[in-house]
């Protein structure tokens, strides 16, 4: 069974840092993409960022480019966001998201329960 | 950016009949287009990709056509459990950074 357990949300402070985790289960995780959509509260889904299998292909959304940074480590099926300089309207419940694929071709056919970020000061 | 806007916002529909929602894209997408149901306080699920294939374990009730910029999800005979918001995706586009969602349908009991 497929599983995605994010981790790392809490209340942040404007400006301040937050990384999350995805912990991966279920699947070889190498072999597929991997990727964060967001969803802020009462709105719909932002996709974040994705990153392909080996790491060779990596997206932002604009709205995060340049703040935020994606990476995985295949070793330990684990998928990460660096988010600095966060911003009020980065509050969302954040969700960790497979890809159909190896390579960004973003079907996301298992998504986690998410994990929420509140940034306020 | 390709911007996906989805028809109606709330649909209102009765159990056992049919619902048909649409998704309409800014510029032609081909048909690099998924669908996804959302529950309140669950995940989204993947119903649809490739604009008409079916995910795994989705039930038969579920169709997607179009192809372009125009698209439509049909639910054929709806359940009980169907009721919740739908949304659109178009994942056509290339550098990597412009996939984006439709605002939503929510489908509700009549």
């Known amino acids: 069974e497929v599983q995605l357990v994010e981790s790392g949300g809490g209340l942040v402070q404007p400006g301040r840092s937050l990384r999350l985790s995805c912990a991966a289960s279920g699947f070889t995780f190498d072999d597929y993409a991997m990727h964060w959509v967001r969803q802020a509260p009462g709105k719909g889904l932002e996709w974040v960022s994705g990153?392909?299998?080996?790491?060779?292909?990596?997206g932002y959304a604009d709205s995060v480019k340049g703040r935020f940074t994606i990476s995985r480590d295949n070793a330990k099926n684990s998928l990460y966001l660096q988010m600095n300089s966060l911003r009020a309207e980065d509050t969302a419940l954040y969700y960790c998201a497979k890809d159909s694929s190896r390579w960004l071709l973003p079907v996301f056919d298992y998504w986690g329960q998410g994990t929420l970020v509140t940034v306020s000061s | 950016e390709i911007v996906m806007t989805q028809s109606p916002a709330t649909l209102s529909v009765s159990p056992g009949e049919r619902a048909t929602l649409s998704c309409r894209a800014s510029q032609s997408v081909s048909s690099n287009l998924a669908w996804y149901q959302q529950k309140p306080g669950q995940a989204p699920r993947l119903l649809i990709y490739?604009?008409?294939t079916r995910a795994t374990g989705i039930p038969a009730r579920f169709s997607g056509s179009g192809s372009g910029t125009e698209f439509t999800l049909t639910i054929s005979s709806l359940q009980s459990e169907d009721f919740a918001v739908y949304y659109c995706q178009q994942y056509n586009n290339w550098p990597p950074g412009r996939y984006t969602f439709g605002q939503g349908t929510k489908l509700e009991i009549k």
């Open positions: 490739g604009a008409s």
């Open positions: 990153i392909s299998w080996n790491s060779g292909s990596i």
